[in-house]
Antibody
Framework: ELQLVESGGGLVQPGRSLRLSCAAS????????MQWVRQAPGKGLEWVSG????????GYADSVKGRFTISRDNAKNSLYLQMNSLRAEDTALYYC??????????????WGQGTTVTVSS | QSVLTQPPSASGTPGQRVTISCSGS????????VYWYQQLPGTAPKLLIY???QRPSGVPDRFSGSKSGTSASLAISGLRSEDGANYYC????????????FGGGTKLTVL
C-alpha cells in the first residue's frame, strides 16, 4: 500500500528552526517528484515547495523562499523540509505529497496525513 | 486572495447534481492541467480529478471534471451525504515563482 508518513512537527519559537521528514513506502520513491503543501488552521491549501525525482530541480513559494530548503534521500525513501527563521504565519499542518511524474510540475496524487507546526513564543 | 477563484460554498440534496467552478487565467488554467482534491473533515486531501478530467482508480464516476478556456468545473452527480467536504482546484501557474496555486476551496453541504 502506498503510504506517506510525515514527522518532525511541533511547537517552536519564532526565529528558530525545525526539520520535517516524510517517509515513503509502497512505490518506487526515486521515480517521482515530491512536494510539501501546508494548511493553516481553518484555511485553504498552500503549496510550499517541490523537488524533482533526482533533486535536480527545486521550487519554493515566495512566502518561504530563502528560509526553507527541500531535500530528499532516495536511498532512504525520504523527503525533508528544513525550515529556518520560522514565523508565526508558518503555523500550519504540513503535508507531504507524491507527484504523479518525475518533475514537480506534475500534480500531486497521494498525500500523507500531515504534521503540525506551531510557531509561538 | 487566491489566484484561482472558487465559490466559498455550495449545496445540494441527495441525488442532485452540483457543480463547483474554478476560475483562473491564461497563465494557469488556460495553459496547464487542472487537478481537483476532496478534503473530508479532519482528513488529508484526496485526489479526485487529474489532468482536467481523469479519474484515479477508486473514484466513482459520479465525479467528473471539465475545462474550458481559463475556467474549470467539478461536477458531482447523484449527490450523497458522504460527499460533504471541502473541494480544491489546483494548477501550475507559468507566471509565478511559486508555481502551484490552489483555489480557496468550496465547502459542499449535502442538505
Amino acid at each position: 500500500e502506498l503510504q506517506l508518513v510525515e514527522s518532525g512537527g511541533g511547537l517552536v519559537q519564532p526565529g528558530r528552526s525545525l526539520r520535517l521528514s516524510c517517509a515513503a513506502s509502497g512505490f518506487t520513491f526515486g521515480d517521482y517528484a515530491m512536494q510539501w503543501v501546508r494548511q493553516a488552521p481553518g484555511k485553504g491549501l498552500e503549496w510550499v515547495s517541490g523537488i524533482s525525482w533526482n533533486s535536480g530541480t527545486t521550487g519554493y513559494a515566495d512566502s518561504v523562499k530563502g528560509r526553507f530548503t527541500i531535500s530528499r534521500d532516495n536511498a532512504k525513501n525520504s523527503l525533508y523540509l528544513q525550515m529556518n527563521s520560522l514565523r508565526a504565519e508558518d503555523t500550519a499542518l504540513y503535508y507531504c505529497a507524491k507527484g504523479e511524474g518525475d518533475s514537480y510540475d506534475y500534480g500531486m496524487d497521494v498525500w500523507g496525513q500531515g504534521t503540525t507546526v506551531t510557531v509561538s513564543s | 486572495q487566491s489566484v484561482l477563484t472558487q465559490p466559498p460554498s455550495a449545496s445540494g440534496t441527495p441525488g442532485q447534481r452540483v457543480t463547483i467552478s474554478c476560475s483562473g487565467s491564461s497563465s494557469n488554467i488556460g495553459s496547464n492541467y487542472v487537478y481537483w482534491y476532496q478534503q473530508l473533515p479532519g482528513t488529508a486531501p484526496k485526489l479526485l480529478i487529474y489532468r482536467n478530467n481523469q479519474r484515479p482508480s477508486g473514484v466513482p464516476d459520479r465525479f467528473s471534471g471539465s475545462k474550458s478556456g481559463t475556467s474549470a468545473s467539478l461536477a458531482i452527480s447523484g449527490l450523497r451525504s458522504e460527499d460533504g467536504a471541502n473541494y480544491y482546484c489546483a494548477v501550475w501557474d507559468d507566471s509565478l515563482s511559486g508555481p502551484w496555486v490552489f483555489g480557496g476551496g468550496t465547502k459542499l453541504t449535502v442538505l
